[in-house]
């Protein structure tokens, strides 16, 4: 079976970091995803993570360790168009179809 | 541009009635999938498509069903049977079925059954 797990909901202050953490049960692995997702839109990619470590892209970072089942999400320098619901995603092992996670809702405030 | 087209944006259904979603993608992608979402929830899969002409169940196909006619389109239909049909409906494409790379959404279908 498949079970991620993340936050609800966070909030953070503009301009602070915040890291959205991400714990998942699988048979098996094939990569973990991040997404973000504004209010009404579509989800947009920001990250795939298949191999153990940091991967850094711009402000956005993800963290992997398949060995702890665990990822995480971290956000410098936070804006307040970052305010949305960050997915995090995990195809069951044999799939290459990503499960999602409930989401978790970063609330930016000045 | 290239990218994934739904319509509509927003539907209004009477109860018992049949709807159909379209979904078209002009990235000349193989694989498109069907996801399901509410308030407080994660995306759940309805269908998926690796090739034309072939479909797979998701995780909740019940009350809905799709077509793969074309490469490019994968519409879905939500049939009267589906006991609460009120979500925000999402389709997605990726490059090829069994790859591992990321999937491009639409701006979904928002669907209210009054």
């Known amino acids: 079976g498949q079970n991620i797990d993340q936050p609800t909901e966070m909030t953070a202050t503009e301009g602070a970091i915040v890291q959205i953490n991400c714990t998942y049960q699988?048979?098996?692995?094939?990569?973990l995803f991040w997404y973000q997702q504004h209010a009404g839109e579509a989800p947009t990619f920001l990250s795939y993570?298949?191999?153990?470590g940091l991967e850094e892209k711009g402000r956005f970072s993800s963290f992997l360790s398949r060995s702890k089942g665990y990822s995480y999400l971290l956000l410098k320098e936070l804006q307040m168009k970052d305010s949305a619901s960050y997915l995090c995603?995990?195809?069951?092992?044999?799939?290459?179809?990503?499960?999602f996670g409930r989401g978790t809702s970063l609330i930016v405030h000045p | 541009d290239g990218g994934i087209t739904q319509s509509p944006k927003y539907l209004f259904r009477k109860e018992g009635q049949n709807v159909t979603l379209s979904c078209e993608q002009n990235?000349?992608?193989?694989?498109m999938y069907w996801y399901r979402q509410d308030p407080g929830q994660g995306l759940r899969l309805i269908y998926y498509?690796?090739?034309?002409?072939?479909?797979q169940k998701g995780d909740i196909a019940e009350g809905y069903s799709v077509s793969r006619e074309k490469k490019e389109s994968f519409p879905l239909t939500v049939t009267s049977a589906q006991k609460n049909p009120t979500a925000f409906y999402l389709c997605?494409?990726?490059?090829?079925?069994?790859?591992?790379?990321?999937?491009?959404f639409g701006e979904g279908s928002r669907l209210t059954v009054l």
């Open positions: 997605a494409s990726s490059p090829q079925a069994g790859g591992t790379g990321e999937l491009f």
């Open positions: 498509s690796q090739i034309v002409n072939d479909f």
């Open positions: 699988t048979s098996g692995f094939n990569g």
């Open positions: 993570n298949v191999l153990d």
């Open positions: 990235l000349n992608h193989d694989a």
């Open positions: 995603a995990v195809p069951p092992g044999g799939s290459y179809i990503p499960t």
